[in-house]
């Protein structure tokens, strides 16, 4: 059985899969949280009776059954030669008709043509399939650990967790122009809290793709210090911090110039002086302002970055790659 200690990490991690299954079936994150809960320990039972089995059950949002969902109902499924069932937000269960199997592919196929939340297990790891995509995964048996597939095709391990950021950027945020820009030709971001919208962006994304850690946002060092995103290192321990700031200009009239870059250096030095144990503390500013200003107001002494320390400038695209492309064309015909 769970430890108590288990019990409360799993706890802890089930809130963001909560989220989106709740986002899904447009219901309330606390009713999903507690069913989501009831569930993973059921399938902690269902691994402990049968190893490695592979069920999956779709969400639907009210059944009329009288058969509840428990580790004996899956290990009579199982007996039968049945790998799915419907299950709602009661915990009725019935047999499923239209999905036959639990592959990973029928699953998914199955999940984006009907519009449908799915859970997947296959041996100790719980999968949330939303709409055809996979979205979550949770260890039933160990919550904290990770099992060695790959949480999606950009995984990577925590000591790359720098190329990871990376990634996001050239991935993830340039899709997602619509979703910061208030207004793109004039380079003005949306007004509120700028920084959490980037934070938030980076977090899931990490969240998805670290194979061999567990990111946290907005938690504390161990003196005490409010940190953005912190990711921990399963099995080495290793902690990492990445601080993450804007520049450029927003809606409401905030404007941050180069001389945030030295405040974000001089808050870093802080972490670390106040927190040995940190591994490193990774500052990531998200740049707004106009591309020649980015080229040429970008530079700092770099001698102020600490030796467990680094700084990365990410400049945001506002403009799409057609119309790059028609810029490139032009520069090149004016200069032949």
Known sequence: MLSDIDKQILQDIIKNPSTGIANALSTTNLLVEKWFYECCEIFHRVYLQNGQAVVAVVIESQLTSSLKFSSEFVKNMIDNGRETAEID?????????????????????????????????DGEILEVWINGLLRHRVN????????????????????????????????????LMDDYWHDRGKRILLKGETEKYFQKSLFDWLDNCLSDARPKIETRTNAGDRTDID???????????????????????TEYKQDRIIAGIGQIITYLDRDS??????????????????????????????????????????????????KYANRSQLGS
Request: aromatic share 8%.
């Open 89 to 121: 937000l009661h915990l009725a269960v019935n047999y499923v008709t239209g999905l036959s199997s639990a592959d990973q592919l029928i699953v998914s196929n199955y999940g984006e043509q009907n519009k449908k939340v799915i859970l997947r297990l």
């Open 140 to 175: 039933v048996m160990h919550p904290i650990s990770r099992n060695e597939k790959r949480v999606s095709k950009h995984a990577r391990s925590h000591k790359d967790y720098k190329l990871l950021v990376d990634d996001h950027s050239a991935m993830r945020l340039i899709n």
């Open 231 to 253: 990711i921990y290192a399963h099995f080495e321990g290793a902690h990492y911090v990445i601080e993450i700031k804007w520049l450029g200009k927003n809606e409401s009239g």
């Open 277 to 326: 144990t940190l591994n490193e503390v990774y500052l990531v500013f998200y740049d707004g302002r106009p591309e020649e200003e980015h080229i040429k107001a970008s530079d700092f002494d770099i001698t102020l970055i600490p030796p467990k320390g680094d700084c990365k400038i990410i400049f945001l695209e506002s403009e799409t790659a057609s119309t790059k492309g028609k």
